[in-house]
């Protein structure tokens, strides 16, 4: 097994999952195990790595040519809150030859039902036992930047301006550069390792918010409830069934937006739903926000106290309102992906990642494929042969900037 692989499969069993609900940062304590181990093998390298008190790890690969732009690469070390996370069982199928895959007794996946299984016919992938979700994003991401830091370590004749690097927590959940530190981060652009199919290259991606949605019910003994109980959970599924039917992830593709339930508690007296809010059009999603408040005054009304209470945050924005003035970045990119023998393509995230946040806020930070796909559920795979080109891109990148 290769050193790349090697490290991936290690990060994998390291359980991550970022959480909504602690309003902590990070989201969750366990991140930062696999931040220190990202510590401790960066300063192996000899780099004078370091985790802040937020779990971010930061570390900076001095330049050897002058003039040269400083380049920075991200990448988040937490996993999504979406499936398990612990216990995650990586098995390698060599030269997958297009069949189905049974991961276990009950989970199976062919290209018939995933399509995108028929783009690594013939390649090593990664598979879970279909007990949890693989990790795919984003450590291959974090594997493969840590092989492009060693590969400029062990060849330092190899021209390069400053590296920084940066593995941040809690990007599944909207907050990976709440905490960014961009006076230590002082790379002229970046980008984040953090896609799916390797020579993608994008930079345009959803505008996005998260809405939780509080309900209010009155609990009243079942045997004398008649024209007095309220149960929250029903008022969770009526306001729930009054949101656009189509707009439900299940429906949609392409730039069309959606309101994603992810989650839902509670009991007779009070219930909690989470909802995150996609759309690339940012008129179309200030109208989704519109929707959540229009639905709450309304069940209001109808039941003459707050019952529902509708709290929106909005998480980022569409990356490409910055980007499409930078547009020498993508063109690096694009020069690159050829250099390493694969065919450049760009299209539109039906996501975000932490580079939305960061081009916003004056850092640009398009997004790179790494050859994991299906991500957030027991489904999710990684090609191994498309996280070695995708290393190769990231170290064409900084070569090429540097001429």
């Excluded at 149960?231 to 992830?249: D, I, Q, R, T, W």
């Excluded at 519109?290 to 009304?301: D, H, K, Q, S, T």
């Excluded at 929106?312 to 490409?320: E, G, L, R, V, W």
Aim: glycine share 8%.
């Amino acid at each position: 097994m290769n050193r790349l692989i090697e490290r991936f499969i290690r990060y994998t069993k390291i359980d991550t999952q970022s959480n909504h609900d602690t309003k902590t940062h990070p989201s969750t304590e366990k991140q930062k195990n696999l931040s220190k181990v990202l510590v401790e093998e960066l300063k192996t390298m000899g780099l004078d790595a370091f985790m802040d008190d937020y779990a971010y790890t930061y570390a900076k690969i001095k330049g050897n040519t002058p003039n040269a732009p400083a380049i920075g690469l991200v990448a988040h070390v937490d996993t999504s809150p979406d499936a398990p996370g612990a216990n995650v069982n990586p098995r390698i199928i060599q030269s997958y030859d297009g069949s189905k895959i049974v991961l276990n007794e009950s989970l199976s996946m062919s290209p018939e039902q995933f399509p995108s299984l028929s783009r690594v016919i013939g390649d090593d992938i990664i598979v879970t036992d279909g007990n949890t979700l693989l990790g795919a994003d984003d450590k291959c991401g974090v594997a493969e930047i840590m092989e492009v830091a060693q590969y400029f370590i062990s060849n330092p004749d190899v021209p390069h301006g400053d590296i920084y690097i940066c593995f941040t927590p809690d990007e599944e959940i909207g907050e990976g550069a709440d905490h960014f530190n961009y006076e230590w981060f002082k790379a002229d652009f970046a980008y984040t390792a953090d896609g799916d199919e390797v020579g993608g290259i994008e930079y345009e991606n959803f505008n996005a918010a998260g809405a939780d949605v509080y309900f209010i019910g009155k609990s009243i003994h079942p045997g004398s409830a008649k024209n007095k109980m309220i149960n929250a959970l029903h008022l969770a599924m009526e306001f729930h069934g009054m949101l656009p039917v189509f707009k439900n992830p299940a429906y949609t593709e392409g730039y069309e937006g959606f309101n994603h339930l992810t989650g839902l508690k509670g009991e007779v007296e009070k219930a909690h739903a989470h909802y995150i809010i996609r759309n690339h059009d940012m008129s179309k999603f200030n109208e989704q926000k519109i929707e959540f408040e229009v639905i709450a005054e309304y069940m209001n009304r109808k039941y003459g106290y707050q019952a529902v209470d509708v709290k929106i945050k909005d998480s980022y924005f569409n990356m490409y309102e910055i980007i499409k003035d930078h547009m020498q970045v993508i063109d690096l990119a694009k020069k690159a992906t050829e250099s390493a023998g694969v065919v450049p393509f760009t299209k539109a995230i039906r996501g975000g990642t932490d580079g939305a946040r960061l081009t916003y806020e004056g850092l640009i930070c398009p997004n790179i494929g790494t050859g994991g796909y299906q991500f957030h559920g027991r489904y999710e795979f990684a090609s191994i042969q498309q996280m070695e080109k995708a290393v190769k891109i990231f170290i064409e990148i900084i070569k090429l900037a540097a001429k």
